[in-house]
């Protein structure tokens, strides 16, 4: 193992995901996201994508033996402040994942977006193993930010149902996991939409915007960069409530300035 330099800055963030070929989610737009607000992007792949934000055409996984040894050359040399993870295709890419913090980037924070389903409709992980997967994940997460969907998936509900308490949604998920959550309500439907988050103590913090009139290319991966935007901030050394409120207001500021 080679020596790490140290006091590195800008601190390092660590994508483990999925590409995405238009860009709008997935790596590309994690890595984006890193850049904009000043850390230093790293990167593990998942899977190759290739998709718009109407459909995906094909997915071709990463072998886990090129998964795992992207993971270990990024340990060797960079101290990871927080690693952001998205689309992580299926059981065997997480579990690889959750080994190698486990041993090699023990200190790192960890935001966990649990990708499920893209909005185009494709399945982004294997649905059958997903609870169990994704449950060993969440609770090494600093925080975790599940959409509308991926809510109703965990409380085993319909999207319907959270939308109409998510408060009582978010103490649900905080439940769980006994892990902060951020619950993301971008897919509401109506004129606003609100983010709850829930820390340790049970308080609620919303966070609502006014719905941007946009386009679906410029909405699609607006759920992944707020996540990306928190591990940002996360690893600028921010406490988890400030780099949430730094995120929410980098997200509207990026699809207002489209
Ligand atoms: N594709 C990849 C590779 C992703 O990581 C994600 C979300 O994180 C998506 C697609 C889903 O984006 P959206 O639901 O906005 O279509």
Redesign the pocket.
């Known amino acids: 193992m080679g020596n790490k330099p140290i006091n590195q800055q800008p601190p390092t963030a660590l994508c483990v995901?999925?590409?995405?070929s238009c860009g709008?989610?997935?790596?590309q737009?994690?890595l984006r996201v890193f850049a904009s607000i000043g850390v230093h992007g790293a990167s593990a792949i998942t899977?190759l994508?290739a998709?718009n934000?109407n459909e995906?055409l094909h997915i071709t996984a990463n072998t886990v033996f090129q998964f795992e040894a992207e993971l270990q050359a990024i340990a060797n040399y960079y101290h990871v402040a927080c690693i952001k993870t998205?689309?992580l295709f299926d059981a065997e890419h997480l579990q690889s994942l959750l080994h190698l913090k486990q041993t090699l980037m023990q200190t790192s924070q960890m935001v966990v977006?649990p990708?499920l389903?893209?909005?185009?409709g494709?399945l982004?992980f294997d649905a059958d193993s997903a609870r169990k997967a994704y449950s060993d994940l969440i609770v090494q997460a600093s925080v975790w930010t599940p959409?509308l969907q991926e809510a109703a998936f965990f409380l085993a509900t319909t999207t319907a149902d959270i939308e109409q308490d998510m408060f009582e949604a978010a103490a649900m998920l905080l439940l769980q996991f006994k892990v902060p959550v951020l619950l993301k309500g971008g897919h509401q439907s109506g004129e606003v939409c609100t983010d709850i988050f829930a820390d340790l103590k049970g308080n609620m913090i919303p966070f609502t915007h006014r719905k941007q009139k946009l386009n679906h290319a410029l909405?699609?991966?607006?759920?992944?960069r707020l996540?990306s935007a928190v591990a940002a901030y996360l690893s600028l050394g921010l406490a988890l409530l400030e780099a949430i409120e730094k995120a929410e207001l980098w997200l509207q500021a990026d699809l207002t300035q489209e």
């Open positions: 995901g999925g590409t995405d709008g989610a997935g790596i737009a994690d899977a994508t998709q934000p995906i998205g689309m977006d990708v389903v893209a909005s185009s494709s982004l959409n909405t699609h991966g607006t759920g992944c996540a």
